[in-house]
T-cell receptor, first 109, second 113 residues
Framework: GIQVEQSPPDLILQEGANSTLRCNFSDSVNNLQWFHQNPWGQLINLFYIPSGTKQNGRLSATTVATERYSLLYISSSQTTDSGVYFCAGNTGGSYIPTFGRGTSLIVHP | DGGITQSPKYLFRKEGQNVTLSCEQNLNHDAMYWYRQDPGQGLRLIYYSQIVNDFQKGDIAEGYSVSREKKESFPLTVTSAQKNPTAFYLC????????????FGAGTRLSVL
């Protein structure tokens, strides 16, 4: 199966700071998603982004499919952004997404 | 509201006991999944089902069983053979078609008494 590498593994920010999270894939993927796992454990869909760039408020994501990576940008971070961010994708005809190990983000007030 | 409902939120298991975690979706999705998450770790796939009456083992199926008798429902049983069941369990379903998107329930925390 494919390998999914997320970086950095941990990130601590002061409220208002910007950050970039990265996801590298060992093979071409489709159906790439970014999730935020809140402190209660729920995974919230952030972006479905197999290629290109999307924005949703303070969050945006860019996937460069030919180079097998995706970036998640968080601007003007808030304490409610704290949690773990996962990326996931699947290859070819597979119905099983492979998840990265996540980036744990703590935003201090 | 459309979504995935997992119950209960918290569950305690005694030694030697089987327990069943419920997962119901009203999104009309064919595919459903069960994941296990241990503290500070990523998600590991237990079982998945692409269609009613069919399911496949994931990476860590030992000690678990599932059924898929209805499209809406994909219950997970943690059997007594699972010696380390304490974990957070997440159920997901997946839309198919032009956009292949996975959605998650709120999870069930299982602990051993």
């Amino acid at each position: 199966g494919i390998q999914v590498e997320q970086s950095p593994p941990d990130l601590i920010l002061q409220e208002g700071a910007n950050s970039t999270l990265r996801c590298n894939f060992s093979d071409s993927v489709n159906n790439l998603q970014w999730f935020h796992q809140n402190p209660w454990g729920q995974l919230i869909n952030l972006f479905y982004i197999p290629s290109g760039t999307k924005q949703n408020g303070r969050l945006s994501a860019t996937t460069v499919a030919t180079e097998r990576y995706s970036l998640l940008y968080i601007s003007s971070s808030q304490t409610t952004d704290s949690g773990v961010y996962f990326c996931a994708g699947n290859t070819g005809g597979s119905y099983i997404p492979t998840f990265g190990r996540g980036t744990s983000l703590i935003v201090h007030p | 509201d459309g979504g995935i409902t997992q119950s209960p939120k918290y569950l305690f298991r005694k030694e030697g006991q089987n327990v069943t975690l419920s997962c119901e979706q009203n999104l009309n999705h064919d595919a459903m999944y069960w994941y296990r998450q241990d503290p500070g770790q990523g998600l590991r796939l237990i079982y998945y089902s692409q269609i009613v009456n069919d399911f496949q083992k994931g990476d860590i199926a030992e000690g678990y069983s599932v059924s898929r008798e209805k499209k809406e429902s994909f219950p997970l049983t943690v059997t007594s053979a699972q010696k380390n069941p304490t974990a957070f369990y997440l159920c997901a379903s997946r839309s198919t078609g032009r956009r292949d998107i996975q959605y998650f329930g709120a999870g069930t925390r299982l602990s051993v008494l």
